[in-house]
């Protein structure tokens, strides 16, 4: 961050806070200043300092002429830029999602023995998916997909952080601030080491009784991240991601603005892949069945707007997501599509109609030499495909 004059203020600049002013002026939302008309105004309505992120500005100088200046030219930013390609970025995913699981299961112990957890790995690791998200998403976000029964509780935290990652990257939120989203995500159910097992595993509907020892995790996760230290956005998450809006959440009962916008989101993204995750005595539930459950929650529980843009963000067939093709392919969804989203790339493996497997294929469904139209997603249970082998041989390094 950079506090500069607003005189010093130029096109293309990203403003994050007003810290200077004779008047009164609130900036609503970070964003991009994108004209010159747009600075002038603030500097009437008073304003003296600003405060910019220097690494998010967009300008690019394009010159008019020899004899001229150059010309500020603002790019709009995209949150679906790639630096790098899908095969190239999966094997660092990889090895990021396999470190998460190493140290979730050292934070276990390290409660279950009554010993503080280390904060410092955690961010470190939060860091390193934001990197991997920003290089190119889709790697992440298919690693997601990639669920194992007997590992809910293990996969569900690092899911949630990465797609936690993935939101605030799309909607523009500074990367200091996503680290403690990201982070807070990653520890958002450590709380839960602390809930008998016959309650945490119990596959059918909780008593009540049950349901209150539950709701407990919540405190427990907050008063674990407190006692090591951890402070800010990320225990706000992970005290208060099943707060609702209309007051009827837990562990507060707190409602509308009472619930900052970072914990709205991360109240969707942990309902979102509960209900998706495979688990050991229930198949996950297709994503596009997900947002219908979401979208019926707004807008008590969840904040419509945003979940609008999670939406968006992700995918109406995630990467990651199996779907069959009008040809009767059967593939998996390995690159969104933002302009197009029903157009992403398939890799193709199966042929549902032969049920056999094939030559596995990339098809990008937006090309105009591709005939093949999406149709819908697809059950592995429904053809028997090995999903988990079809990963290991032609995904993962």
């Known amino acids: 961050m950079k506090t500069i004059p607003v005189s010093k203020l130029l096109p293309g600049m990203f403003v994050q806070s007003v810290t200077k002013q004779t008047g009164c002026i609130k900036v609503k939302n970070?964003?991009?200043?994108?004209?010159?008309?747009?600075?002038?105004?603030?500097?009437?309505?008073?304003?003296?300092?600003?405060?910019?992120?220097?690494?998010?500005?967009?300008?690019?100088?394009?010159?008019?002429?020899?004899?001229?200046n150059t010309t500020p030219v603002i790019k709009k930013y995209d949150p679906w830029q790639r630096t790098h390609n899908f095969d190239h970025e999966i094997n660092k995913a990889k090895k990021i999602y396999n470190e998460a699981k190493t140290l979730q299961l050292k934070a276990f112990?390290?409660?279950?023995?009554?010993?503080?957890?280390?904060i410092a790995p955690f961010k470190e690791l939060a860091s390193g998916f934001i990197d991997s998200v920003f290089r190119n998403q889709d790697a992440l976000a298919c690693l997601t997909q990639m669920r194992q029964k007997d590992a809910y509780l293990l996969e569900h935290?690092?899911?949630?952080?990465?797609?936690?990652?993935?939101?605030?990257?799309?909607?523009?939120?500074?990367?200091?601030?996503?680290?403690q989203l990201t982070t807070g995500a990653l520890l958002h159910d450590i709380g839960k080491i602390k809930i008998p097992d016959e309650v945490l595993n119990k596959p059918g509907r909780f008593t009540e009784a049950e349901f209150e020892i539950m709701k407990k995790h919540s405190l427990f996760s907050k008063e674990i991240l407190e006692e090591a230290g951890l402070t800010g956005f990320a225990v706000d998450i992970a005290g208060m991601h099943h707060e609702r809006l209309d007051g009827n959440g837990y562990p507060f009962a707190k409602k509308g603005d009472e619930i900052s916008q970072y914990v709205r989101m991360a109240s969707i993204v942990d309902v979102y892949d509960a209900l998706t995750a495979e688990r050991v005595y229930k198949a996950g539930m297709e994503p596009i069945k997900a947002f219908k459950i979401l979208k019926d929650g707004c807008p008590n529980s969840f904040d419509g707007e945003l979940l609008t843009k999670f939406i968006q963000c992700i995918g109406i067939h995630p990467v990651g997501t199996l779907v069959r093709l009008s040809s009767q392919k059967v593939g998996l969804v390995i690159q969104s599509n933002p302009t197009k989203p029903l157009?992403?790339?398939?890799?193709?493996?199966?042929?549902?109609?032969?049920?056999?497997?094939?030559?596995?294929?990339?098809?990008?469904?937006?090309?105009?030499?591709?005939?093949?139209?999406?149709?819908?997603?697809?059950?592995?249970?429904?053809?028997?495909?090995?999903?988990?082998k079809f990963y290991k041989n032609s995904i993962l390094p």
């Not at 600075?39 to 998010?56: F, H, M, Q, R």
């Open 343 to 388: 157009k992403p790339v398939v890799k193709t493996f199966y042929n549902a109609k032969h049920s056999h497997y094939t030559e596995v294929q990339d098809l990008d469904l937006s090309s105009k030499k591709t005939q093949d139209t999406l149709e819908s997603a697809v059950n592995p249970k429904e053809y028997n495909i090995d999903l988990d």
């Open 109 to 118: 112990k390290d409660i279950e023995a009554g010993r503080n957890i280390d």
């Open 157 to 179: 935290s690092i899911n949630v952080s990465i797609l936690m990652s993935i939101f605030a990257k799309h909607l523009g939120i500074e990367k200091n601030i996503i680290e």
């Open 30 to 68: 970070q964003g991009w200043v994108k004209t010159q008309a747009s600075i002038n105004k603030l500097e009437k309505a008073g304003v003296l300092e600003v405060e910019i992120d220097p690494d998010k500005t967009i300008v690019e100088s394009i010159p008019v002429n020899e004899s001229t």
